[in-house]
């Protein structure tokens, strides 16, 4: 490898792509393809970099297995940046291999810590937990030590173990300072404010205020009877009661839940479940079904009992009730929740990572468009959408993946 090349790829391993960019802007051979390509995806111009990339693992001849890996890792990062959840995942499984086999340990642990950024960004955090396990990156350079904290922060976060993300967070936020490369140490401190953040709202006995994560993690550790409107879940200590596909339900629990420890009305109930302005006797007696329903659902962790004018709620044991909402309710939260990252979506992935089909995404992100909630970019297959982060809104509790007590 030639000065040149060499003295680029230092300039970008030290965050300077316009210093490696100087080298290597007008050569055409491989490794400056490559090169080019990587400073490009730094620079922001994930398009160009994509092509220089693809352009850089066909210049590379079919004996230069370990070159053309870098290539494919390279590529796999721009389409996690650029939320191209659809990338082939195999293609990265295949490099990482490639990359292990020639012991090239540094960019096969950076593959790694790809693969394991998407599984927990798409909410498959027991198989990101796998993939970590036995995995320890002490003897590898301070970038890759940089992501592997901020993937354990990042899980943790998610999971609500805040005092593990606390550790994995300053453990990043030292190794970022050792490398010193400012759009690392950039994206630990982002990463922090999660930890600083309201990251959601309490509403017990008619009085509402914010939580921070901790605060959360405290709740739900309690023993109260917690019903989840993040995640559609009514919670009580180590029991948890998933609603997520019953809307009706839940919707009376919360009702119920916001009541307590008085009882709520039916012409309340009948008005926040079915929307029933003037109820009649089928609304009556839908609501006599549903509660029935609701009832056995929650029957180890709470009681509905009838008064009156309506329904009560009674938790099993002296429990005290709330609900934990988010702290902006609308219309299409979860959509909200990903794109206040920050990042271009794209629409397929918005249904990858929501789990939703492409339609309903579709859906969702018109009536936010129409509402100017959140802009399109780009036209046909490369329309990315996103939003400016709002304030004070947290995406925690509603990102795909489960709680600890799912």
């Known amino acids: 490898m030639d000065s040149l090349i ?41 398009t160009r970099a994509k092509a220089l990339l693809k352009s850089a693992a066909r210049a590379f001849g079919p004996k230069e297995a370990v070159a053309r890996a870098r290539c494919v890792v390279a590529e796999a990062e721009i389409a996690l940046v650029s939320r191209d959840l659809g990338w ?9 291999v490639t990359l ?35 995995f320890d990156p002490a003897l590898l350079p301070p970038l890759v030590r940089a992501g592997h904290a901020l993937i354990v ?34 994206e630990v401190e982002s990463a922090l404010l999660a930890l600083t953040m309201p990251a959601a709202r309490l509403i017990v006995r008619n009085e509402e205020r914010a939580l921070l994560l901790d605060e959360v993690e405290a709740l739900l550790a309690s023993g109260a009877l917690v019903i989840d409107a993040c995640r559609h879940v009514v919670r009580a200590g180590e029991k948890a009661v998933s609603l997520a596909t019953r809307p009706v339900l839940f919707t009376l629990a919360r009702t119920l839940a916001e009541a307590w420890p008085g009882d709520a009305s039916r012409e ?13 006797e089928s609304h009556r007696a839908r609501l006599r079904v549903e509660i029935g329903r609701l009832r056995a659902e929650l029957r180890d962790v ?14 099993v044991g002296s429990r005290e009730v709330c609900v934990l909402a988010p702290p902006a309710e609308g219309q299409h939260g979860a959509v909200l929740a990903l794109l206040a990252d920050g990042e271009a979506w794209a629409s397929s992935a918005l249904a990858i990572a929501l789990g939703a089909s ?17 802009l399109p970019i780009g036209q046909g297959r490369a329309r990315r959408w996103m939003t400016p982060p709002v304030p004070g809104f947290p995406t925690v509790l509603l990102l795909p993946g489960p709680l600890p007590s799912d």
């Open 100 to 134: 292990d086999i020639h012991g090239d340990s540094v960019n096969a642990a950076h593959a790694r810590n790809l693969q394991v950024r998407r599984l927990a960004l798409i909410g498959r955090l027991d198989e990101a937990e796998r993939a970590l396990a036995g």
């Open 88 to 96: 082939p995942e195999r293609a990265l499984e295949t490099a990482r």
């Open 268 to 280: 309340a109930l009948l008005a926040t479940a079915f929307r029933a302005r003037h109820a009649d």
């Open 358 to 374: 492409a339609r309903t995404v579709q859906r969702a992100l018109d009536a936010l468009c129409t509402a100017g909630k959140v």
């Open 153 to 186: 922060a990042g899980i943790a976060i998610r999971r609500l173990q805040t005092k593990v993300a606390r550790a994995a967070l300053a453990q990043a936020h030292e190794v970022a300072r050792e490398a010193g490369i400012p759009a690392l140490t950039a």
């Open 6 to 46: 060499t003295a680029a790829a230092r300039a970008l391993a030290a965050g300077d792509p316009l210093g490696a960019l100087k080298r290597v802007a007008l050569r055409e051979d491989a490794p400056a393809l490559a090169l080019r390509g990587i400073a490009m995806a730094q620079l922001g111009d994930f």
């Open 302 to 315: 709470a009681e509905v009992r009838a008064t009156a004018r309506g329904f009560a709620l009674v938790p």
